[in-house]
């Protein structure tokens, strides 16, 4: 029986025998990944090789970007026409940690005879895609690439390609040439463009090349640069080595006729015709390729409804599902295809079908005091969030199939979202005005940002004024105990036009304590109708906010009735917040008034009254330039106007005082952190910017935070002094992985957050020699691993001699390996030993197997020579 170890061996052998007989073969090809886990990413390579050629990868090296590489076993492969081979390689491979991360491929050669590559049969064929490991993107996953990158052309015609580029995250896209690429995925020297007698484009936005045209046959390739864009913000990139085959043909390319993009509401079915002509009269095919293709649930389907030759019309359709909602179009890439009996030449044409989820249904709006209560349905299609808009000026909106959300252009301003179907708006906290119309529509948003179409019909209420006018609530006096407030309201008028009011009336005076309104009781009465004053004192004016409502009562026996609906208003209250040599005041308020001004007074010390100290229209004042650790006093006037019938008065009320001191309690701004290794001084390198130099003025010294594994907690292992020392080297006892951060410390002793975390991981620990001589003459004696530090702890080590027959194993990691066959005293002969060496390395993901497979060239001879 032939152990499994002797087909190992034999296979590593045809492999080499095959590589060096027959290495021209690859014609195109691109790396793609899907994301599993944080850390973890499935990456996907497919290659274009010529069947002819002979050559048949069984496996591929995938340089991973973290310093490690792994053999990755051909999972299918896909016979094309004209003798092409579509072939893929998956594998999965954990990150250590986040960071930038370029996985390269790379495989001899490409095949004879490119035009544009010098001795393109003599040069390495390499792909390679950048990969952005970031937790801040979210999950990311590389497009799809739907067209196949083997090509045709015919001289002096107008050549069109698309790579069918789709993602499934609605990730924008980015197209751009690049160069072609050969060892190591550096450029290829003398790589240029193929020539054209007009020009070689390619959009930037659709991805559609188009080659103005090619003036010589012969095989070209170019590279194609996709970029993905997150929130305007490049994650990563792949790119698509493609070949073009030009030919010397009477042949003309059909034409498709411009299909037109498709917008659709959620629920209806997407159909266009799609209509092409030949202009040598040869039959066509249509094939199309796209997202819609894709679902599970509902995908689009191509139907042919007429072919005869020189023309073809076919039908695409798709029944919309709330899966297919997304931001960005969903694109569909149409080829047609002639029958020639020279050559097969092709014209491609995209459209975009946009899948806009329903308007909102069932809104209702209920008016408050100074705020409006807004209610709607529930998304049939599972909106992440609801976005409200309202206008009170003339509404500018018109309907438009392919227009989702509003804007200001529609005469909508947005007034905030909510996850759930009722919202309250009070314009930011400032209150609604009363007799002011407000009109509302909600949209409906999906976790990537896609709106929906706004609600059909808008809703409308106008907010009547309460009754009495309220037009004062001002503290005269701030004091934990005895604080006191003045509250004024309008004498009511006309009141002989209300049906029963016969009198006498009443006043009833309510409190509650805080800015809604949310606790009334009724705390006194007045009697006589011209009295509209009234000093609420007893109160912790200090500390605390209080808010009133008067209500007017028909008070005669027997006939005793409220008339209108009070009003509510608050007080001025204010909230301090210390900071470095700064107080931050904030002004709350819950008025049926507009304040449009508000002065700022602050306590002088000298003259011992309240200065005013400046006049903002907004609600946040920051008082700089103190001095930490001295205590400032502070009050406002707050000034508006009321509306009467149809007239403005205007108001003035003070705020209570407050006092703060000064201190910082403000964290300085987190490092920038780089972290690299010096793998073989065995130490990491940390370099951070100084805070003071952009966005502090205070900082003096970092702590430094690390952990040898990913995602567990990080311990504290150094202070350095000084905000310039912005560098620390770290010598790690377990491994040369790990995870770093970094925080600013200021004078005050605040610490900043932690910087953006860094794990290096790309040391390799473990080497073993390829050559010793076990001849007794204690020159190489023993073939020994280099572990450096012990940090590899356990390994399986297997050598085979050429037959394939095991001669020696073990589990020490240092090897020790004296020549010996296993089990016997006798030294094996002169000649190549293959290992198979499993290796448990600490990684900064835990407990990694790394798998080594090499040659050994022992000598048994006594030579004098010295192996290094």
Request: proline content about 5%; charged content about 20%; some cysteine.
């Amino acid at each position: 029986m032939i152990s499994k170890y002797k087909i190992v061996f034999f296979l590593v052998l045809s492999l080499i025998m095959i590589y060096q007989a027959f290495a021209t073969h690859n014609r195109a090809g691109e790396i793609t990944y899907k994301q599993i886990s944080n850390l973890t990413y499935e990456i996907t390579v497919t290659t274009y090789t010529y069947k002819l050629s002979g050559v048949f990868r069984l496996s591929l090296d995938v340089e991973w970007g973290d310093g490690t590489i792994s053999t990755v076993a051909r999972r299918d492969s896909i016979s094309l026409p004209d003798n092409y081979i579509r072939s893929t390689y998956v594998a999965r491979h954990t990150y250590p940690g986040p960071g930038i991360f370029e996985i390269l491929v790379q495989d001899p050669n490409r095949n004879y005879g490119v035009v544009n590559i010098p001795n393109s049969v003599n040069t390495v064929f390499s792909i390679k895609t950048l990969l952005f490991v970031n937790p801040d993107f979210g999950y990311n996953n590389t497009p799809v690439l739907l067209n196949y990158p083997i090509d045709k052309a015919g001289q002096y015609r107008v050549f069109n390609h698309n790579p069918g580029a789709y993602d499934i995250d609605g990730d924008s896209l980015s197209y751009k040439f690049t160069a072609c690429t050969g060892e190591d995925g550096n450029p290829i020297v003398g790589y240029s463009l193929p020539p054209a007698t007009n020009s070689l484009t390619i959009d930037p936005i659709t991805g559609n090349l188009i080659w103005d045209t090619p003036p010589y046959v012969g095989k070209y390739n170019i590279a194609i640069m996709i970029e993905e864009w997150r929130n305007n913000i490049k994650i990563g990139y792949i790119t698509r080595d493609m070949q073009i085959d030009v030919f010397t043909t009477e042949n003309l390319p059909p034409v498709n006729i411009d299909p037109s993009d498709i917008c659709i509401p959620v629920g209806d079915t997407a159909s266009i015709l799609l209509r092409s002509t030949d202009p040598n009269n040869d039959l066509i095919s249509h094939t199309a390729v796209g997202g819609p293709f894709l679902f599970s649930q509902n995908p689009a389907t191509l139907t042919t409804l007429s072919s005869v030759n020189g023309e073809i019309v076919s039908e695409f359709s798709w029944i919309t599902h709330c899966s297919h909602i997304r931001k960005s179009p969903h694109e569909v890439l149409l080829t047609s295809k002639d029958n020639h009996p020279d050559i097969n030449l092709v014209d491609n044409d995209q459209f975009t079908v946009k899948v806009i989820g329903p308007a909102p249904t069932g809104l209702m709006v209920e008016p408050g005091n100074g705020f409006a209560r807004i209610s709607w349905d529930t998304c049939e299609c599972n909106a992440s969030k609801y976005l409200i808009y309202r206008r009170d000026v003339q509404s500018y909106y018109s309907f438009d199939s392919c227009k989702t959300g509003l804007t200001e252009e529609d005469g909508y301003i947005f007034v905030g979202e909510s996850t759930d179907t009722v919202f309250r708006d009070d314009d930011f906290g400032e209150g609604l005005v009363q007799g002011i119309e407000y009109c509302y529509r909600v949209v409906s948003e999906y976790a990537d940002g896609a709106q929906s179409y706004p609600s059909d019909e808008e809703v409308c209420i106008s907010l009547s004024p309460g009754f009495p006018i309220i037009t004062n609530v001002s503290v005269d006096l701030t004091d934990k105990v005895n604080g006191e407030i003045m509250v004024k309201w309008e004498k009511p008028d006309r009141l002989d036009t209300v049906p029963g009011a016969t009198g006498p009336f009443k006043y009833l005076i309510y409190r509650s304590e805080d800015l809604y309104g949310m606790k009334f009781n009724l705390i006194d009465s007045i009697n006589d109708l011209n009295d509209t004053i009234f000093l609420d004192n007893g109160l912790n004016t200090a500390d605390s906010a209080y808010s009133y409502s008067i209500a007017l009562f028909n008070d005669a026996p027997g006939n005793r009735f409220r008339i209108g609906t009070p009003q509510m208003a608050s007080s001025v209250f204010l909230s301090l917040t210390p900071a470095d040599n700064a107080v931050l005041i904030k002004i709350n308020k819950n008025t049926p008034w507009l304040d449009n001004q508000y002065i700022i007074y602050k306590y002088n010390n000298t003259t011992l009254q309240f200065d005013s100290i400046a006049a903002t229209e907004n609600r946040n004042y920051n008082d700089i330039s103190l001095t930490n650790g001295t205590n400032v006093c502070y009050k406002v006037q707050s000034i508006g106007k009321y509306k009467d019938g149809s007239n403005l008065f205007e108001t003035r009320n003070w705020s209570n005082e407050r006092c703060e001191t000064p201190m910082d309690y403000q964290h300085p701004c987190q490092p920038e952190l780089n972290v690299r290794s010096s793998c073989d001084s065995l130490f990491n390198f940390l370099t951070w910017n100084n805070p003071n130099n952009t966005c502090a003025d205070d900082v003096i010294g970092y702590k430094v935070y690390f952990t040898k594994l990913y995602n567990t907690a990080f311990d504290s292992i150094a202070h350095i002094d000084g905000a310039e020392n912005t560098f620390y080297q770290h010598f790690p006892e377990e491994s040369m992985g790990g995870c770093y951060a970094v925080s600013a410390v200021d004078s005050f002793g605040n610490e900043s957050n932690l910087s953006y975390v860094s794990c290096v991981d790309e040391c390799s620990y473990y080497l073993l020699p390829n050559v010793f001589s076990p001849n007794s003459d204690n020159l190489n004696d023993l073939f020994v691993a280099e572990n450096p530090l012990g940090y590899v702890k356990k390994v399986d080590m297997k050598i085979f001699n050429r037959w394939g027959e095991l001669v020696f194993q073990t589990e020490n990691p240092l090897i020790e390996w004296d020549g010996k066959i296993k089990g016997t005293n006798s030294i094996v002969a002169t000649g190549v030993y293959y290992y198979i060496c499993d290796v448990w390395e600490p990684r900064v993901t835990g407990l990694e197997v790394r798998n080594l497979v090499g040659f050994i060239h022992v000598y048994t001879e006594k030579t004098g020579l010295i192996f290094e």
